[in-house]
Nanobody, 124 residues
Framework: QVQLVESGGGLVQAGGSVRLSCAAS????????MGWFRQAPGKEREFVAV????????YYADSVKGRFTISRDNAKNTGYLQMNSLKPEDTAVYYC?????????????????WGQGTQVTVSS
């Protein structure tokens, strides 16, 4: 079992930046693919970004490409999502998720472990 706890959300103005953290505990983090998802009010949870266990591979949703950066520090058992040039449409609850193994996925059904989420609100 892997436990995930997100932090770093809050209120930010459009054009600003926020860095989210995802602290993992319970197991060594490096064998797990890590993904970030988000859910806006009234919408389904959607994929944002994913990173391989080693950190050598990343993939982003088109809506955040060039603005968000996913990373991880396995020595600290922590993942990150750096969000720049934020837009009001980025407002959502952001969740980190983990999937054991080397096959990455953009589908939320493929992730067994989830954090509780952290709210990011971007004001215009």
């Amino acid at each position: 079992q892997v436990q995930l706890v997100e932090s770093g959300g809050g209120l930010v103005q459009a054009g600003g930046s926020v860095r989210l953290s995802c602290a993992a505990s319970g197991r060594t983090f490096s064998p797990y693919i890590m993904g970030w998802f988000r859910q806006a009010p009234g919408k389904e949870r959607e994929f944002v970004a994913v990173i391989s266990g080693s950190g050598g591979f990343t993939y982003y949703a088109d809506s955040v490409k060039g603005r968000f950066t996913i990373s991880r520090d396995n020595a600290k058992n922590t993942g990150y999502l750096q969000m720049n040039s934020l837009k009001p449409e980025d407002t959502a609850v952001y969740y980190c998720a983990a999937r054991y193994g080397s096959t990455w996925s953009t589908s939320r059904s493929q992730y067994a472990y989830w954090g509780q989420g952290t709210q990011v609100t971007v004001s215009s």
